[in-house]
Each structure stands twice: as C-alpha cells, then as structure tokens.
C-alpha cells in the first residue's frame, strides 16, 4: 500500500505541476495512518491519509496544494471551490470525468453547492454522500 501512496503522490506531482504551475515548495509528504479510517486532510506541503482509501485520495489530497493552497479561497465559507477544483483536476488524473461527471447527486445536497462547511462538514465523507447512503437517512 505505502508503493501505490506514493507512486500516486509522484504521478500527481508531476502532472499537476505540469497542468496548473510548478509545485512552489523543496518538499511534499504524504503521511499514512492507520489510526484513523477515511481519513484525507491536506496542509501546504504535507497530507494525511488512512490506510484505507484508495490511491485516488492521496492524488486528491496532493491536488489541494494547488487548489485552496495556491489558487487560495477562504474553505469554510466556499468548500465547493477548492473540493470541486480539486475534484475535477483528480478525475483527470485516473481518466474518470465522464464518470464524475455522471454521478447522481441525492435530493438533500441537490442545489447546494454555495453552502459553508456549517452545512457540508457534519455530512459523511464524500464518497458516501455522493454515493447515495445519506440519501437514506
């Protein structure tokens, strides 16, 4: 698993710099725990994940260095900008817009998108929310 992390750390480095300006810093790391499941948290220069997510997370984390960190928004009054951004800058990495783009999105989040982290940070982590399970509750 720590291979895959940081093969995917690498591989959005590079494209990422490539896409949206040169990574400004002399270092990145990606820290794995195993003490906390779902984790993602991002910092200029450092993320954290668990174990337990996918390869995907760490490419996310990695591309909050450019969007809140450089591009800069203010995340808990617009979560949406820097996630949606960095959302979409991740999709293209792994070759998946049009399944992102495709994603159905529950009744209770539909329309949104404008809402402070008052309103999305007691959600679950994303992928149940977009996935549907709060849908349920």
């Not at 698993?1 to 591989?11: E, G, H, I, N, S």
């Not at 996918?54 to 203010?74: I, K, M, R």
């Not at 817009?97 to 940070?121: K, Y």
Request: glycine share 6%; charged share 15%; with cysteine.
């Amino acid at each position: 698993m720590p291979r895959t992390f940081l093969d995917a750390a690498v591989k959005a480095l590079t494209l990422f710099s490539k896409r949206y300006g040169a990574y400004p810093w002399h270092a990145y790391t990606v820290v794995v725990t195993a003490d906390r499941p779902a984790l993602g948290q991002e910092y200029p220069t450092i993320v954290f994940v668990s174990v337990d997510v996918p390869a995907e997370a760490v490419t996310h984390e990695t591309g909050h260095q450019w969007f809140y960190s450089l591009v800069g928004d203010n995340q808990a009054r617009t979560p949406w900008l820097d996630e949606s951004l960095t959302q979409w800058a991740t999709a293209r990495v792994w070759n998946d817009v049009a399944s992102e783009a495709a994603t159905d999105i529950p009744a209770n989040v539909r329309n949104q998108l404008g809402q402070p982290m008052t309103f999305w940070g007691p959600l679950p982590f994303m992928p149940d929310v977009f996935d549907g399970p709060i849908c349920k509750a």
